[in-house]
């Protein structure tokens, strides 16, 4: 580990490092007995995943409290990789509130607009994290907007502020030709949602969308949703208490608020990831299979052996390597940059791999 962070209520930090040795113990044990969660998984993966579900499960019992749910999930986390190449300013007092990190060395135009994953509930140091890694290993500049959150705000306040943001870009002069909407998880489902957004607004449509283990139906779809729960750090009930938060009060069909049942057509293509073991895999498969119909370009990569939002172990994993290396060869082909990167219908990363 690079670095680790404890912070926070002295309650927090004494339960989250109990239970993190609790959890490293129990793989160190299971694997000495040829018990491994997952047998292509190293201790690390298998750790992280453990340890960040028991985390999950214990802040949604605090979620009362939201503002507590929220603190006990960043009172104990590690970091794998340090990127002090990434300069990260926050936006000014006229601006929307987020944060531009920018490499020190450009090897891309683009400019990714990066919505944060967190079930729109939660915005976790390891977010903040995540996208200094992209800024990092793809070389460009990246704005990450700080949007609102449920339960304290529902929708359409993530998606006004998507709006927002993609008005921020175009109002300093970025060339759309050269903007990347991204986004994992919950983010994924910003992303694309507010590409549906911009188009029904009139504004020119971004180069690229990108979701990473995006949440593509805010209802039940799939096995996957439950039955890989036993692999992944998000459970399947999660998925369901952050669609209600995200609904609020109000009467909203499941369908208002899927990218599934949007229409894509001529929104540009469409890059996705996505880990074989994890709960979204069979709605991003389905979501994938959709705009495909559609007559819009969209493609699937799937990593048989990973979970939710693997890309996060950076260069330490080979998976996470590769998905981040054809974010950076899609992104060079959004923008005209001859390369190996093919923007097939529905291609999974097993099929081009045999």
């Not at 903040?128 to 793809?138: D, I």
């Not at 990593?303 to 080979?318: C, R, S």
């Amino acid at each position: 580990m690079k670095k680790t962070i404890i912070q926070g209520r002295v309650s927090h930090k004494l339960r989250s490092m109990a239970i993190s040795g609790w959890i490293a113990a129990k793989v160190l044990i299971r694997r000495a007995l040829g018990r491994r969660l997952v047998a292509e998984w190293p201790f690390l993966v298998e750790y992280g995943t453990l340890y960040i579900r028991a985390q999950f499960n214990h802040a949604f019992r605090l979620s009362n409290d939201i503002a507590a749910s929220r603190a006990y999930f960043d009172s104990l986390y590690a970091l794998l990789e340090t990127f002090p190449d990434v300069d990260v300013r926050p936006t000014g007092e006229c601006e929307p509130r987020g944060h531009w990190f920018v490499p020190q060395v450009r090897h891309s135009d683009a400019t990714l607009l990066h919505f944060h994953g967190g079930g729109y509930t939660f915005y976790a140091g390891v977010s903040h994290h995540f996208t200094a890694c992209l800024a990092h290993t793809l070389g460009a500049a990246v704005f990450a907007p700080d949007y609102r959150l449920t339960p304290e705000h529902p929708h359409p306040a993530q998606l006004e502020d998507g709006l927002a943001a993609y008005n921020y870009l175009l109002e300093r002069g970025i060339d759309p030709a050269t903007i990347v909407l991204c986004g994992d998880s919950a983010g994924g489902h910003l992303a694309l949602m507010t590409l549906v957004r911009l188009h029904q607004a009139g504004l020119p449509k971004p180069a690229l969308t990108l979701g990473l283990s995006p949440w593509t139906d805010v209802g039940r779809r799939g096995e996957s949703q439950f039955g890989n729960d036993p692999y992944d750090l998000v459970q399947g009930y999660m998925t369901l208490q952050f669609a209600d938060w995200l609904k609020g009060d109000q009467i909203l069909s499941d369908a208002e608020l899927s990218p599934i049942c949007q229409d894509f057509h001529d929104l540009g293509p469409i890059y996705l990831q996505a880990g074989g073991k994890e709960i979204l895999v069979d709605m991003i498969r389905d979501f994938a299979a959709t705009v495909a119909a559609q007559g819009s370009r969209v493609r699937l990569d799937v990593w048989t052996h990973m979970n939710h939002e693997f890309h996060a172990y950076g260069d330490y994993l080979p998976e996470s390597r590769d998905a981040l290396a054809r974010l950076r060869e899609a992104i060079a082909w959004a923008l005209g940059q001859p390369n190996g990167f093919e923007a097939d219908a529905c291609t999974e990363y097993d099929c081009l791999r045999g």
